[in-house]
């Protein structure tokens, strides 16, 4: 069990820090970690008269006139406890506000993205050397100055370039059927099929009553297929041969968070409920079936989504598998986390998170 002692906290802007404890003038703290999106922070400080011990004077701050929250700046926070900070997240000031209220001491708040927000700015011009995804994953990676941790990929998919296509939308279209994730941490980005089909055992344990202080789960059965059929007109080669199928059927999850899948489970209630979808990229039928489990298992991840809380854990992050202890049968066991919020304040020190699961 993690040991929890003193919250703290240490953040770079540019390479200058600004630690928490050693100044009382930072109010909150707010870092939320994804699977699919851009990470995000929320910083807020009291500001202060630049000598020390003076009240603050519209004439002179010490925060709001300094350079250091610059937008644009580079941002390292480390979040955790003394000596334990295991938490990181790197990114950009994007945006700053200020309060000046009517009473008390004015405020600055400081809100950015991770290095993930350059996909959804950059745009490409020139075609790209690899017609594979993974490759072209590595080719946006190099393009941005970032490392690749990238899945292989076999198809080979000619990308027809947009004007209006960023690197964001590129990406998401060429994973969407893979069933992949896109994400940057630390200035990686990450272009992998979802980590629980990779490691299924849970990283963390948590009980409610003990470590979760609150668990908040729902079943939902009416979007679960039953079966996924992927089609595809078969064009290579000429001679009008006949479509491409593939088919994925409930229970074929690669990985089960239960004894049923909710798509087992709803077929089991109510019948059939196959989602047809039409690619007409797809080259043979090895990438129809590809295709076709990739998104029945993203729709059956949906059959128990839930949100919960716990003391500050900076070790929980997005894209982790988790074991949830103490809520009965039903809602108990293994769940992917696909959010995660470390917020950090005068109450102390939180981590909120959401999850899903395939199955019960």
């Known amino acids: ?98 309060s000046f209220p009517a009473t008390g001491i004015p405020e600055l708040q400081i809100r950015g ?29 190099k393009d941005l100055g970032f490392e690749a941790r990238v899945d292989k990929t076999d198809a080979e998919h000619r990308h027809t370039l947009s004007e209006d296509e960023t690197y964001e939308q590129i990406l998401k279209a060429k994973a969407r059927p893979l069933g992949y994730e896109v994400v940057v941490k630390n200035k990686v980005l990450y272009f992998q099929k979802p980590r629980y089909l990779v490691s299924p055992s849970p990283d963390h344990t948590l009980e409610w009553g003990k470590d979760l202080e609150s668990f908040n789960p729902a079943i939902a059965t009416y979007s679960m297929p039953t079966e996924v059929i992927v089609r595809a007109s078969q064009t290579s080669g000429g001679g009008g041969k006949a479509a491409l199928v593939g088919k994925a059927k409930a229970g074929e999850e690669r990985v089960k968070m239960g004894e049923k899948t909710g798509s087992e489970i709803s077929k089991t209630i109510f019948g059939d409920n196959p989602v047809k979808l039409t690619e007409n990229a797809v080259t043979d039928q090895k990438e129809a079936r590809d295709i076709a489990l990739a998104h029945l298992e993203t729709r059956s991840l949906d059959f128990i989504t839930a949100r919960a809380t716990s003391i500050g854990n900076p070790a929980l992050t997005a894209r982790q598998v988790v074991k949830i202890k103490g809520a009965g049968k039903r809602y108990s066991g293994n769940y992917y986390v696909t959010s995660v919020t470390h917020t950090l304040d005068a109450r102390g020190f939180l981590t909120s998170f959401e999850l899903k699961r395939n199955g019960r």
């Open 1 to 98: 069990m993690m040991k929890t002692y003193s919250p703290a906290c240490v953040i770079r802007i540019d390479n200058t820090e600004f630690r928490q404890g050693v100044s009382a003038e930072l109010l909150s703290l707010s870092v939320t970690d994804t699977c699919d999106r851009a990470d995000s922070f929320s910083l807020r400080i009291c500001d202060r008269h630049e000598k020390q011990g003076r009240f603050p004077s519209g004439a002179s701050l010490k925060w709001m006139d300094s350079r250091l929250f610059d937008e644009g700046a580079e941002i390292a926070i480390e979040l955790g406890y003394v000596n334990q900070l295991d938490f990181a997240f790197l990114g950009e000031i994007t945006a700053v506000s200020a």
């Open 113 to 141: 993205f991770s290095h993930y927000h350059r996909l959804q700015r950059k745009r490409r011009t020139k075609p790209f050397e690899s017609s594979r995804a993974s490759e072209i994953a590595m080719e946006v990676a």
